[in-house]
DNA sequence: CCCAACTGATCTTGTTTCGCAAGCAGTTGG
DNA sequence: CCAACTGCTTGCGAAACAAGATCAGTTGGG
């Protein structure tokens, strides 16, 4: 965890933090799938993580100060991970990562809606997300912008995405 | 390489790519350092990668459509490594990880000036570098711009703090 | 021609990490 | 009292990594 580091470059700093390949994806579903427990981050994820491998990551991230826990007052086990400023700051990195992937690789559709989306928003968009997680996550007031938030148009695309495919996939057979 | 992927999702059929603790790296030395040969990738960073490790990397960059490979005519068995456009727009995750990792790690000053840079440009300059790597990697023209090349920049801000860090260092003791 | 230096790359041998399944002790609610 | 749930650990086989020696082919100086 704290060893010597590799070398002082700050791009070889960041992937000794968050260059593995479970990390990013962790941090993934706390901004997109807003889970913030145990659990729901354990069963959530597509790619399932395995159980010691997320107790590490959630270690490593915690001590990097990348999210921050705290009890559940509902569950004495129960412990609710947020990310900290310094977590929400890495979501210009996922956000280039989706669109090149989305440009790419052989991205699915209803995965994929949401890079579109976030590439055609811009850096203007991700500050708006941003600002949402900051709310969300630290508990830092906003104010209050007209319409839907960027969290919930991301959401509605995929979920329109999913039930787009699900009508095909009945009309096909 | 090319086994069933563990999710659609294009942030981590990114991961899938490039999510390990050398692929970026390479590619790194191949934007910043001008880094094309086997030998010099191998000798050329401050981590030490080992050989075995860089000829499967390399193989792996060369499969996905990343890097592509040339004989040198110089000498029979020197092969030229290039980016390919889709490598060269790595660049925005590269430059996003250094701008991240240069404002919450520790950073060594000498290597930490290009991602201050990259960070202060924003964008446009990165849009600027990425033209600049399309000219020497994939031989497209392009127009010639007033004064020297991003690239030239970046190499020349960290020249300075080196030479700085010297005198620094010989006036200490 | 001969050989040392160089080319990209592989082999060998450990060590570390990963990944899956099972299991743990404590907590909660019925 | 007990089944379901909480976060988390353990065991173990598989895979990735790391360091160094080594490989065959190429080159150029002597």
């Avoid at 993934?28 to 889970?35: A, H, P, S």
């Avoid at 826990?69 to 609710?80: A, C, L, M, T, Y």
């Amino acid at each position: 965890m704290s060893d010597i580091h590799r070398s002082g470059c700050p791009i070889n700093l960041t992937l000794e933090v968050v260059g593995d390949k479970w990390s990013l994806l962790i941090i993934r579903d706390m901004i997109f799938g807003n889970r913030r427990h145990y659990r729901e981050l354990l069963g959530g994820s597509e790619e399932g993580i395995s159980s010691n491998i997320l107790a590490d990551r959630l270690k490593t991230l915690l001590a990097a100060g990348i999210i921050s826990r705290e009890d559940d007052p509902s569950h004495k086990q129960k412990g609710i991970y947020s990310l900290t400023e310094q977590g929400i700051e890495l979501l210009p990195i996922l956000a280039q990562m989706a669109g090149w992937g989305y440009k790419y690789l052989p991205v699915s559709e209803e995965l994929g809606i949401r890079a579109k989306l976030l590439m055609e928003g811009g850096p203007k968009m991700w500050a708006e997300l941003m600002d949402e997680l900051r709310e969300i996550h630290l508990g830092v007031k906003r104010r209050r912008k007209a319409g839907p938030s960027v969290g919930e148009r991301l959401q509605a695309a995929y979920q329109k995405v999913v039930a787009a495919k699900k009508a095909q996939t009945g009309k096909d057979r």
